[in-house]
Every structure is written in C-alpha cells, then in structure tokens.
C-alpha cells in the first residue's frame, strides 16, 4: 500500500520566513510550492524548486488569491477571466523555474480560500479547471472528494487526485472545519497520525461532531504553517512505516 504526502512550501516572503522547508521536506514526497500571491517569492520559488529536486520530492505549483497580507485566507470577489489569468500567471511562473532546475510539475493545487469556495462555488471551480485545462490539461490537480471541484474536473476530463488532510478537522459533509472554529487545527501528531492510519486502513474518519465518515483520499497534506508540522510529520511517517505503508509521490 502507498500514499503520497504533501505539504505546502515556498511559503516566506523577502526578508519573512515562514517554515522550515529544509527539514520538513525530508520526511514528504511532493510539495506545493506558493507562487508569489498569497505567499512566496522569486527568489523563494527558485529555492524551493533546487531542494524538492535535491530531495527526489514531486514539485506542484499552488496558486492563490492575490491576498499577501491575508495569506490567501479571505473570500475574494474575482471575475472569471481575472480568476482564470491569475492561475495561468503563477502556473507560469513556476513551470519556469521547473524547466531551469529540469524539473517536471507534477499537479497543481489550489491554495486556501481559492481552493475552499470551490468546494461548493461551481461557477469558480470551473473557471480554475478551465485555466489548468487552458495551459496545462495533463496537470493533475488535486481535489476534496465530492466537492464542486472534484465534480467539474471529473466532468471536463482534467486529470484529479482525492486530497485529505493531516491536520485538519472535518466535517460530516467532509467538509473541512473553518480555521475560526476551535479545534479546525489538529495540532497533536499522535492524534493527527493515527487519524490518517484510520483513514488509509479503514477508509473512515471521525467528524468533529463524532460521526464516523467513509473517505477516501491518495495523497496527504500537512500544512506548512502548522507549529507542531516537523514532529506530526515524523510520528506520521513512524506509523505508517509501522503498518506497512509506504510513502511515495504519484
């Protein structure tokens, strides 16, 4: 059995440092990397690109709203060719830095509360496939299971991947939490271990409200801003080794 991890990169901004993309990326098999809107930077792209090919770790390039100061995490009212233009800008703008470090982009993931409102916005979720499938329809991108997202690049033919996450807590719709909620973040890495073990081994998972859930995912992420992200990682990686499961990207 095999699952991939990922984890959000390329986070810091100029002088601003934002996770501990050095270590982390040691212990997950595909990264996605911010391209500059809601996080990143140049120089910070070029970095993140050289140490995933150093790492043998699959590049993914994760857009987001144009919301620095917000980190990508407020509601936005875009039209749809604005939305459209801005993915393509930042699958650009990575795909470049992939082709200097000859490395391929391996999927693209949307980022935050771009990727959130798609869940259940279809008019927005079909305006970030159209943009994929515009420049990029062989891309892989990753998806919540059953969300208007997964639904529309299922219907247009844009190749997907069920996503499920670590360090979130979730909904009975399977729904994440919001962040305003308490208890949104799993923070405890024995907890948030043994969730994603439930996950894989017995295709369920416990709703914040107690409900058990069936889910199904392929690849995992672990957010680059948790605090606890390098110890969850470890203690992830210790219990699936212990189950036999292995960890490599798609």
């Known amino acids: 059995m095999k699952i991939d991890i990922n984890c959000d990169m390329g986070e810091s901004f100029g002088v601003y440092k934002l996770g501990i993309d050095e270590e982390v990326i040691k212990y997950v098999s595909s990264v996605n990397i911010a391209c500059g809107f809601h996080a990143g930077d140049p ?16 590049v993914g390039v994760h857009p987001g709203f144009p919301d620095l100061i917000g980190f990508g995490r407020r509601n936005m009212d875009i039209s749809r060719k604005d939305l459209m233009n801005l993915i393509i800008y930042q699958i650009g703008a990575l795909d470049i830095f992939c082709k200097k470090h000859d490395v391929p982009m391996q999927h693209i993931k949307p980022h935050g509360e771009l990727n ?28 919540k299971p059953n969300t208007q997202l ?16 670590v360090d979130r807590a979730y909904n009975k719709d399977l729904t ?8 949104a ?6 907890i948030a271990a043994d969730r994603v073990v439930k996950m894989i081994l ?9 409900e058990e859930v069936a889910v199904e995912g392929e690849t995992f992420c672990v957010h680059g801003d948790t605090p606890t992200q390098l110890n969850l990682i470890k203690v992830l990686r210790q219990k699936l080794e212990e189950n036999n499961i292995k960890v490599s990207s798609f």
């Open 185 to 190: 973040l799993i923070t405890d890495p024995e």
């Open 202 to 210: 017995e295709g369920k998972i416990i709703a914040i409200t107690g």
């Open 43 to 58: 120089n910070v792209m070029d970095e993140t690109v050289r140490i995933a090919k150093l790492h043998g770790v699959g």
């Open 116 to 143: 959130n409102m798609a869940d259940n916005d279809k008019e927005l979720a079909t305006a970030i496939v159209d943009a994929v499938l515009a420049v990029k329809p062989n891309l892989p991108i990753f998806v």
């Open 150 to 165: 997964h639904k529309v690049a299922k219907e247009k033919g844009l190749p997907f991947i069920k996503e499920l996450f």
């Open 176 to 183: 994440l939490v919001s962040r305003k909620n308490e208890g």
